[in-house]
């Protein structure tokens, strides 16, 4: 590339490059909504690297953090990209990095999801930092992410600290124009300065860390660069003002202008909103009678601030919870300027179709075996794809990564020890949510001879996230070869004696192993029972294709009960009216269907058939 240029990226692509651009040699992320694309943009512009740079997806975000924290111990940059809720899976050795500090720049981005529109919490990372006493900035556009990735490296290595970017879900996705330049060659060398007092701190050193902590935040909160931007000429004669940050603060840029709002009230963009910045807390409180503070999504800068005359989510004034749209932020103002008797509005969903599995993903014929098998079950599962097994009830709970194998246990060990009958216990978990947090679990109800089924939905690869690689399939973050750890041969090493691999896509057989596996469980010496239903996801374009085709139809048996729309809910399934008749029926969507032939098992009259048959 020139030696400076416009490129239109996404607010992740942004970040990666910000990190490429800025001398960083080590990049680790877990995939997940809304901050997926950090590591893969990283991938991409490696490519015009002149010095080495190790990417990797790690195994989950606490081992991301290990990895990435040690790189810089040694004196080089490192950064490490999470979603909001992987940040609880890596708070272990992120609390603990606040005290013991960093060597070499350290940056943590940490992308929230207000709404949320794909995560189990809409936690916000900000009060995480604040929870943790680390830094961090809250980016308004992928413009500013790309710079605070500067900023943020040059704040870690000033104080020795480590540093979070927190973008939200709108700055993630959005586009935007973005000034590239060549990336910076620090040319730095490895270097590791043992000093146990500090890198493996006992107790005994906690004390001191912990105040040396606290200093380097308040000489961060005195930064006068890092205070917040004020839109207004200072000292202002106006006594009220309003305080926005991260994209909630573009969006109220943009109500200012439309309503000519500059010169009745004062606006300031906070950057930093932890540690906020001393003097701007000392001159809000001498110089406004109120303050509307407007940013997503818990009440940060507002508890910073923290005063009668200020207005926001934890007084009540903005709502709660939820995302922060423009309509509600425009109501908010006119509130605040007291010229608006409207009803706040809440940050509703507009309903549409519901999610669902793709047409032909064998997670389908998994759920409809365990349905059909065991109908009167209890199906724990987990995060991904195959929460929308949901849809076809074969999933009863979802908490966290990894936990669907604890909560199997915890509902066994519940009914094993009333001496009554204990019902099917069918648990199943993904490829890589096994790799991530499932392990554990699984080793646990060995030892603690728990007996129920755990089917391991093995599509061969991060299918939610954009088909990043697992660990089984000797597959690097940038496409290279690696070594592959194989899923039998963990859960043989846990103590499974009972394993089986199984082809979702043969129901009937997939059936019987389930029958099979259950009578595992209850025979005298029995215990867990591991099915790996392995077939690749069809959308992924590193996928096995199948050796034979199958062009579907649906014949006069159809009677239009609706069963096959009901629990197979293939998208490939349409329901069609019929002339002169009260029923429609079901029919084959071609522009849908990648014939796979699975729903030749669904109709229990027989009415879905193959048509045609062909070898590939």
């Known amino acids: 590339m020139n030696r400076q240029e416009q490129r239109m990226l996404m607010g992740n692509e942004a970040l990666g490059r910000g990190l490429f651009e800025n001398g960083c ?147 993630c996705h959005a ?29 005994q050193f906690i004390y001191d860390l912990h105040k040396l902590l606290n200093e380097k935040m308040d000489k961060i909160a005195a930064e006068k660069a890092l205070s917040p931007v004020p839109f207004v000429s200072l000292p202002s004669r106006n006594k009220r003002c309003v305080i926005a940050s991260g994209v909630a603060f573009a969006h109220t840029y943009e109500l200012f202008e439309e309503l000519r709002l500059f010169d009745r009230v004062d606006l300031f963009q906070v950057l930093l909103p932890h540690p906020l910045n001393r003097p701007f807390i000392d001159m809000i409180h001498a110089n406004y009678k109120q303050a509307l503070v407007i940013e997503e999504t818990y009440p940060v800068i507002e508890l910073q601030l923290g005063n009668g005359k200020i207005h926001g989510r934890k007084s009540g004034f903005v709502p709660r919870q939820g995302e922060l749209m423009p309509d509600l932020i425009h109501e908010s103002l006119e509130r605040f300027l007291g010229r608006t008797s409207r009803p706040q509005r809440t940050a509703g969903v507009s309903p549409g179709k519901r999610p669902s599995l793709c047409a032909g993903c064998p997670h389908r014929p998994a759920f409809f075996a365990i349905k059909k098998t065991f109908p009167k079950g209890i199906f724990p599962s987990d995060i991904g794809c195959y929460t929308l097994g949901m849809n076809l009830g074969a999933v009863d709970t979802c908490h966290c990564m990894g936990a669907c194998i604890s909560q199997g246990a915890g509902f066994y060990h519940s009914y094993a020890q009333d001496g009554g009958p204990i019902p099917p216990i069918v648990v199943t978990i993904g490829d890589s949510t096994f790799f991530h947090a499932g392990i554990p679990g699984l080793i646990n109800c060995v030892v603690q001879e728990s007996r129920f089924i755990i089917v391991i939905l093995d599509n061969s690869t991060t299918a939610m996230t954009g088909h990043q690689p697992s660990p089984h399939l000797g597959i690097k973050a940038d496409g290279s070869p690696t070594a592959a750890v194989s899923i039998p041969g963990i859960v043989a090493a846990s103590g499974v004696r009972f394993l089986r691999e199984c082809d979702p896509y043969d129901v009937p057989a997939f059936s019987a192993l389930l029958q099979e596996a259950d009578a595992h469980c209850r025979s005298e010496e029995g215990g867990m029972a591991v099915i790996i239903s392995k077939r690749s996801c069809p959308v992924d374009k590193r996928a096995v294709r199948p050796e034979r085709l199958y062009a579907m139809s649906v014949s006069d048996a159809c009677d239009g009960c609706r069963l096959c729309m009901k629990q197979f809910e293939c998208p490939a399934l349409e329901w069609v009216e019929v002339p002169g008749k009260k029923r429609g029926r079901a029919a084959i969507d071609k522009a849908l269907c990648i014939e796979c032939g699975v729903c030749k098992h669904v109709c229990p009259k027989g009415a879905i058939v193959v048509a045609e048959e062909k070898a590939i």
Not at 176 to 193: I, M, S, W
Request: glycine share 4%.
């Open 25 to 171: 040699s080590l990049v680790a992320s877990y995939p997940g909504t809304p901050a997926s694309e950090v590591l893969a943009s990283v991938v991409a512009f490696s490519r015009e690297a002149e010095s080495p740079l190790h990417i990797e997806w790690s195994i989950n975000e606490k081992v991301a953090f290990e990895v990435a924290l040690a790189h810089s111990y040694t004196g080089k940059r490192a950064a490490v990209a999470m979603k909001q809720v992987g940040l609880n899976v890596a708070a272990d050795p992120f609390m603990r990095s606040a005290y013991l500090g960093v060597k070499g720049g350290f940056v943590l981005i940490s992308a929230d999801d207000p709404g949320p529109h794909s995560s189990q919490t809409e936690q916000d990372s900000r009060l995480f930092a604040h929870f943790a006493k680390v830094p961090v900035f809250d980016p308004s556009s992928p413009r500013e992410a790309k710079e605070m990735v500067k900023k943020a490296f040059e704040l870690s290595e000033r104080y020795e600290i480590p540093v979070m970017i927190r973008p939200t879900t709108r700055v």
């Open 175 to 203: 586009r935007q124009n973005v000034t590239c330049k060549q990336p910076k060659l620090l040319e730095r060398r490895a270097h590791f300065e043992k000093d146990p007092s500090r890198w493996a701190a006992t107790p």
